[in-house]
């Protein structure tokens, strides 16, 4: 009989490595799972999550469903399985997991957030306006659920005026969460409200607009110094312009 126990040792080894994001070293200790019991079911799931961290999104479904048939994938798994059936086109498949898995109201706001994720990625941006709404009515609190809904609307074409109260309600919420501001800021640049922008990063420091990873943010945000003649704020954000647009190349 085969010893259980090096093997939990290892899938839990490969869990934290996974959570910390060191996806190579979560594959590495899966090997390690697979050489014991080949056939492992929770190991699978470990290896679909995975593998879906690295962008194999093919291999991602089939350990996912190959889990699946043994034993009952655990709710993460299964927003991971519906977000993998859209990354590879069996876009029904994915909406209709991620519409059941959207019932489960015991579910985390993290995870009800990604299956809203999922619905907006599949069109169906309407519905993920409705999870976000359910998630807003059950806390009140959650700044992303007030948040997203702005995104999605604005995803929509709506008009900035139902745009605008959820953005602010977000940030109201956590002022320390420097893409909210960021967002709201872009959405007034493109609607050339540019004071109202201004405001809302007028006091950011050098290491917040570093640490800022969209290329179309940084191109608005730094229009909008510019336009201030913020000039210190200007450089910082020209130059992390520019080293986001080379990591895009």
Same mark, same amino acid.
């Given at each position: 009989?085969?010893? #259980?126990?090096?093997? +939990?040792?290892?899938?839990?080894?490969?869990?934290?490595?996974?959570?910390? #994001?060191?996806?190579?070293e979560?594959?590495?200790?899966?090997?390690?799972c697979? +050489?014991?019991?080949?056939?492992?079911?929770?190991?699978?799931?470990?290896?679909?999550?995975?593998?879906?961290?690295?962008g194999?999104?093919?291999?991602?479904?089939?350990?996912?469903?190959?889990?699946?048939s043994?034993?009952?994938? %655990?709710?993460?798994?299964?927003?991971?399985?519906a977000?993998?059936?859209?990354?590879?086109g069996?876009?029904?498949? #994915?909406?209709?997991?991620?519409?059941?898995?959207?019932?489960?109201?015991?579910?985390?706001?993290?995870?009800?957030?990604?299956i809203?994720?999922?619905?907006?990625?599949?069109n169906q941006? +309407?519905?993920?306006?409705?999870?976000?709404?359910v998630?807003?009515? %059950?806390?009140?609190?959650?700044a992303?659920a007030f948040?997203?809904?702005?995104?999605?609307?604005?995803?929509?074409?709506?008009?900035?005026?139902?745009?605008?109260?959820?953005?602010?309600?977000?940030?109201?919420?956590?002022?320390?969460?420097?893409?909210?501001?960021?967002?709201?800021?872009g959405?007034?640049?493109?609607?050339r409200?540019?004071?109202?922008?201004?405001?809302?990063?007028?006091?950011?420091?050098?290491?917040?607009?570093?640490?800022?990873?969209?290329? #179309?943010?940084?191109?608005?945000?730094? %229009?909008?110094?510019?336009? %201030?003649?913020?000039?210190?704020?200007?450089?910082?954000?020209?130059?992390?312009?520019?080293?986001?647009?080379?990591?895009s190349?």
């Amino acid at each position: 009989m085969i010893d #259980s126990q090096p093997l +939990e040792s290892l899938r839990a080894a490969a869990q934290h490595e996974l959570e910390a #994001s060191n996806f190579q070293e979560a594959l590495l200790l899966l090997e390690q799972c697979f +050489e014991q019991v080949p056939e492992d079911p929770r190991s699978y799931e470990l290896l679909g999550l995975a593998t879906y961290a690295t962008g194999h999104y093919g291999c991602s479904v089939n350990s996912l469903e190959r889990a699946s048939s043994q034993v009952p994938l %655990r709710s993460v798994a299964q927003v991971c399985l519906a977000h993998g059936y859209a990354k590879i086109g069996r876009t029904q498949l #994915s909406h209709d997991l991620l519409i059941e898995l959207g019932k489960n109201l015991t579910l985390s706001n993290s995870l009800l957030l990604q299956i809203a994720t999922g619905l907006d990625q599949i069109n169906q941006s +309407e519905e993920a306006i409705q999870l976000c709404r359910v998630i807003a009515r %059950r806390d009140s609190n959650c700044a992303q659920a007030f948040y997203d809904q702005g995104f999605y609307l604005g995803r929509l074409g709506k008009s900035v005026d139902r745009i605008v109260p959820l953005v602010r309600r977000a940030i109201a919420l956590a002022p320390d969460v420097i893409c909210y501001r960021v967002g709201l800021a872009g959405l007034f640049c493109i609607n050339r409200r540019y004071e109202e922008a201004y405001e809302l990063i007028s006091e950011l420091s050098n290491q917040q607009i570093e640490s800022i990873e969209c290329l #179309s943010c940084m191109e608005k945000m730094t %229009r909008i110094y510019e336009r %201030r003649q913020d000039f210190r704020r200007t450089v910082i954000a020209r130059q992390r312009m520019l080293q986001l647009e080379k990591l895009s190349v």
